[in-house]
């Protein structure tokens, strides 16, 4: 079964407002009852005013959480979630499936 072994709050990055931010992430998952053994995904939580910022011309939402107001609790049960949502899946197939919404370092 498909478990958080870790979600970490790498980077900050605030803007003059509340309303521009941008917060990386790391998500590692991995096999209940398996010690060491996970993979590691990215992703950042950002707000619409900030998104706007970056975006040049077009951009796939792959990796974005986008929120109003950042709220710690709601990105933990959010990626909570999406990962319980794939525990009953084979392992490669859970993994694929969060790639859906995360950057997995697997990808090229």
Not at 11 to 24: K, L, P, Q, V
Not at 44 to 50: F, G, L, M, N
Not at 84 to 98: C, F, P, Q, V, Y
């Amino acid at each position: 079964m498909l478990v958080i072994k870790a979600l970490t709050n790498i980077h900050e990055d605030w803007g003059e407002s509340f309303e521009d931010f941008c917060i990386y992430y790391q998500l590692d998952v991995g096999l209940e009852g398996v010690e060491g053994a996970s993979d590691m995904f990215s992703f950042e939580v950002i707000s619409p005013a900030r998104l706007n910022n970056v975006i040049e011309d077009i951009e796939i939402g792959r990796g974005y959480l986008i929120m109003k107001d950042y709220d710690q609790n709601k990105v933990e049960q959010t990626v909570k979630r999406l990962v319980e949502m794939s525990r009953e899946e084979d392992l490669d197939d859970a993994l694929k499936n969060l790639s859906k919404y995360f950057r997995w370092d697997m990808d090229n």
